[in-house]
């Protein structure tokens, strides 16, 4: 096993973001301004928001998923992201990637989330 094979092993399965860029604040607020439509619960305090990864450039890559594979609107949910964080002042362009992995779980919810749903 290479050293490389060893690391990537102990990789954690979500990437950090980069929260302390300057723009890091303003593209969780309009994170949050999307909602999945079957909760009443924005995106962001659901979990669904892995990754909120911004460049030197102010390119902005998220790294989602979903509730679940079959959510019907899994198609068009990445676009709504996309389209919300595409205005963010200073927001150069957004890349938004879908991922299974690791699958969404209910304790990737905020404690707001729970509330709100009556999990707590």
Do not use: Q
Not at 34 to 61: A, F, K, M, Q, W
Not at 65 to 88: F, I, Y
């Amino acid at each position: 096993m290479t050293e490389a094979t060893a690391h990537m092993e102990g990789a954690p399965l979500i990437a950090p973001s980069t929260t302390d860029h300057p723009l890091y604040d303003a593209v969780v607020e309009a994170c949050r301004t999307v909602y999945d439509p079957e909760i009443p619960v924005n995106i962001y305090d659901l979990g669904l928001v892995y990754t909120i990864e911004i460049s030197e450039e102010n390119s902005v890559r998220l790294i989602m998923t979903l509730t679940a594979p079959g959510c019907p609107v899994a198609g068009e949910m990445p676009g709504w992201l996309s389209d919300a964080v595409g205005p963010v002042a200073g927001v150069k362009d957004v890349e938004v990637e879908l991922t299974w992995d690791p699958p969404w779980g209910m304790d990737m919810m905020s404690d707001e989330a729970r509330l709100e749903l009556g999990f707590m």
